[in-house]
């Protein structure tokens, strides 16, 4: 099985999962369990959800019991784009080429139904976390997803992002977004996966390395695709961040010079992993994926 | 030390507790954490923290151990009435007297915050229940916190009440919102307070009991004050029910059978707290205060 029919695999799995977890649409709260699982069901990359599982894979650990934290992350990420594309932040009218939430339910119902996807993953790694046999491994690894996903993480790294449109900023500071806006995440999601897996703390230290590489190049990768992308893959609007004057790797560094580093991302990511395990050909296969891909 | 003086005590306790839990205003991402704060400063009744304590006390535990419970639901408190506020939502100007958070960091920051906030009561209880002798116990008091402030709750009750506007509604509904929207949270921080502190089934049950009829009988009370209440007293607008055509209890049933059944309510929380402990009088006195008081 080659990397894209083992990617397609795992996106399929965590597809049948999502629905498996997603709350009910019933009761006087309906229309708000619509929205969130509008935007649930609304495709995209799986790749944090795939993240988390492999690295319990990849220490050793039984996937099975990552399954709530992957599902988790996914409602996270995609609570952080129903917000995004609100008309008091991006605007945005499409996303994976379907109308986003609050073009479909209003903003009030977007706002709400992030809130309730947010909240949502909480409970759900809550209550699959009650009656285990080690109780201590479940809340770190919550605590993971928790402090990745907050001020000092990928809502951080969002604020700086919002503050620095129409405004030329220094690499430093394009980093602080980069890396807390995406690459956070896939760290916590990762680290969570490990942690289920029982991961020692030097396998934690590369996968830490393994998910900040790949998610900083992930970034770089999204503001190279903005400019020679193809809209009709992408499923979205190409050449908003030079419209919207926006500080990105390839505007500070160009082109080239961002392709380079996005490589060496790539190549230390992989590098960071060696050690883990023989059965690292998925990883390494969604390392490469990432400055490959295309949309 | 008479009930007002006692609550006064206690109100500053959580304030001065709230100041040490508040993030730092610092880094790139300072905006946000000054907007989250902003919040957090602006005063209130600050119920639900009180309610955690007590709740931890009065079944035999340390409130020390409850204190990031009640910090953490405060925050959870704050970041709904920040998104209540948008435009998108209730669109109002004034909170507590004070402008409300999007009317002083803008629209885009003001939903970043309450994000932040929600996410961030996570992270206070996380990170504050590792390392913990018995984790299962906090991730039992964490799981309590989460279902109630999510759409089988609080967010729930939101929507529903959002949905409900300009509609006539029948009681069935109306407690709907009420219970979810107000009461699910009381609920909430008191069993995570009452867990805290080793709560036993019956314990337990006596104090959800009384968070339920409180919080309810709470909602009413609101209901009744922005027909009768002092926009002064209030530091918000009266009135608004009415102007948007809202069915509350005085709506629905008249202003004395509802003050009617805010008190039978106020006398079961009462009554189910007898047996818990014999020094209840801080609890029996909140319960007065929710009926008796003007704001």
């Known amino acids: 099985m080659n990397f894209k029919e083992a990617l397609r695999e795992r996106v399929g799995h965590v597809e049948t999962l999502l629905k498996e977890y997603m709350p009910k649409e019933e009761g006087y709260q309906k229309t708000v369990i619509e929205a969130m699982n509008y935007s649930l069901k609304a495709g995209g990359k799986r790749l944090r959800p795939i993240l988390t599982l492999e690295a319990c894979k990849i220490v050793g650990g039984n996937e099975e019991d990552a399954i709530p934290f992957a599902m988790a992350i996914e409602m996270i990420h995609t609570y952080s784009l129903i917000h995004d594309d609100l008309p008091a932040l991006d605007n945005d009218d499409l996303r994976r080429g379907r109308s986003t939430n609050h073009k479909v339910y209003g903003d009030a119902m977007a706002i709400l139904a992030g809130d309730g996807l947010l909240n949502y993953a909480f409970e759900v790694m809550l209550s699959n976390s009650l009656n285990k046999e080690n109780p201590a491994k479940y809340l770190k690894a919550i605590n993971e997803i928790a402090s990745s996903a907050g001020i000092y993480g990928m809502i951080g790294g969002q604020v700086v992002d919002v503050e620095s449109e129409d405004k030329q900023i220094e690499k430093e500071k394009l ?103 023989d059965d690292r050909e998925f990883l390494n296969g969604l390392a490469e994926y990432i400055i490959d891909r295309e949309y």
Do not use: W
């Not at 890396?179 to 396998?203: P, S």
């Not at 893959?233 to 560094?253: A, R």
């Not at 996005?262 to 050690?275: G, Y």
């Open 175 to 277: 980093d602080f977004i980069h890396l807390n806006k995406t690459a956070a995440i896939m760290v916590g999601c990762m680290r969570a996966g490990a942690i289920i897996g029982d991961a020692n703390e030097e396998q934690l230290q590369e996968i830490t390395t393994y998910a900040k590489d790949i998610g900083l190049s992930f970034q770089i990768v999204d503001d190279i695709l903005d400019i020679v992308g193809d809209e009709a893959k992408l499923g979205k609007h190409v050449g908003s961040d030079i419209e919207n004057n926006k500080s990105t790797y390839p505007s500070l560094l160009g082109l080239e010079e961002s392709k380079k580093i996005a490589h060496d991302l790539i190549n230390e990511a992989k590098m960071s992993i060696e050690k883990l395990s």
